[in-house]
């Protein structure tokens, strides 16, 4: 009798420990993704960080301010003009206490792929220091252009201002710009001129604010 109910026991007992083996295993192999995962993302963030820290070098490099860049940044938060989802990081340049150049952080959205991030430095007298793009998915080889590795198309930007050139000539060539837009690809190029566009629009509108001028400094401004 216990020997025929052991028998019919069995089948039940076979499909428990299996269901425990594979839950086990199941277990296990969450953890390992989520370790992967969390390794992954940790790594995306530290390369970020690092390709951040080379674009600020590079548009305002040591010797052109005597602060840490680092140690003096601040938070902005505009959809209108800079188009950032959340508030991001920008920077304030300085020679002995006075602001003499901010690099403020552009999202657009209307790249071929899609988000493109910029860090975009303007001189206290509105001219561009600099342009970066620190992050994007266009297409390799023909909508990447921008990065410094590629060519020299993105220090086309380089001492620009909203007054030169005109608000007409704020487009590429293509649409009667000054900019030149990339072999077989205008859309990449159109979305990072506009963006760089408005980030001087948002740098007018913000100026006193973002340079910490006194009334006074702001009233002759
Ligand atoms: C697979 C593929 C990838 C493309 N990638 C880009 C890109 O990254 N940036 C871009 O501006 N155009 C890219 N293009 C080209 C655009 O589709 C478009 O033809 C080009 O930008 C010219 O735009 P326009 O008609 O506004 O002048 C890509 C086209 C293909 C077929």
């Known amino acids: 009798m216990d020997k025929d109910m052991s028998k019919l026991l069995s089948p039940g007992r076979s499909v ?43 548009i305002l490099p040591h010797d052109q301010h005597d602060n840490d860049l680092l140690e003096d940044s601040f938070m902005v938060a505009d959809q209108s003009l800079l188009h950032l989802p959340a508030p991001a990081t920008a920077w304030r340049a300085r020679q002995q206490g006075q602001v003499i ?82 072999v077989g690809a205008t859309i990449t190029p159109r979305a990072v001129v506009q963006a760089v566009r408005n980030a001087l629009l948002y740098f007018q509108q913000h100026r006193a604010e973002l340079l910490q001028l006194t009334d006074q400094e702001a009233s002759h401004g």
């Open 16 to 58: 428990l420990r299996n269901s425990l083996i594979l839950g086990v295993f199941a277990i296990c192999t969450v953890g390992v993704i989520a370790f992967i995962q969390q390794g992954t993302s940790e790594r995306i963030a530290a390369e970020q960080q690092r390709m951040q820290m080379r674009a600020l070098n590079e």
């Open 101 to 182: 150049a901010v690099i403020l952080p552009a999202v657009t959205l209307d790249g071929y792929s899609g988000r493109i991030d910029l860090l975009v430095g303007i001189r206290a007298n509105g001219e561009l220091a600099g342009v970066r793009v620190v992050n994007h998915r266009e297409t390799p080889g023909l909508g990447d252009k921008f990065e410094v590795a590629k060519g020299n198309w993105i220090f086309s930007f380089d001492g620009k201002s909203l007054e030169l050139p005109a608000p007409e000539g704020w487009a590429v060539r293509k649409d009667g710009g000054e900019f030149d837009q990339f």
